[in-house]
């Protein structure tokens, strides 16, 4: 997923910077870019979820690794959180209370924002017109699994809400 992120520092549920390069592996990790929200009822359910999904299929990616005696060096499936919280003191209590170990684009990077929302027509209906969304696929909670150009693989939102353990949905791995 370099090419979409690759100048762009994201944040961590800590509040620190991160690079994306630096937590996956070029051709083997999975994106999903996540829009949702702290005070979407519909985001509650889903964020609890995508983690127990997220948490199972890297576990099961680093005891692979540790059987190889490798330290693990990247993740199997990352997530990036693009929020329509309104201010970013809710952003960071939502990610540090209900978040896995995902990335956030920064909520002050309003511009990249508003471009992924526009790009993958996906945000939530009271911010439809000031991010200027004109065909909007969905609301939030949504997950759009991508390729490292940020093309769209698929909508994996109801592959998570049907997820029952086990591996990535196969729809969502494709050759990077």
Known sequence: MTDLFANTDLTTRTGSSAKLSSRTKDGTTVIGIFFSSSWCPDCVPFVAKLATMYEEINNDAEDAEDEEEEVPSSKLLEIIFVSSDRDEASMMK?????????????????????????????????????????????GIPTLIVVDSAGNEICDGTDDVDDYAGGALPARWVQKQ
Do not use: I, N, Q
């Not at 511009?111 to 996906?122: A, H, Q, V």
């Open 94 to 138: 939502y990610m540090k209370g209900k978040h896995e170990d995902w990335l956030a684009v920064p909520f002050e990077d309003v511009s990249l924002r508003s471009e992924l929302k526009r790009k993958y027509g996906t945000c939530a209906g009271s911010e439809r017109v000031a991010v200027g969304v004109t065909d909007r696929r969905r």
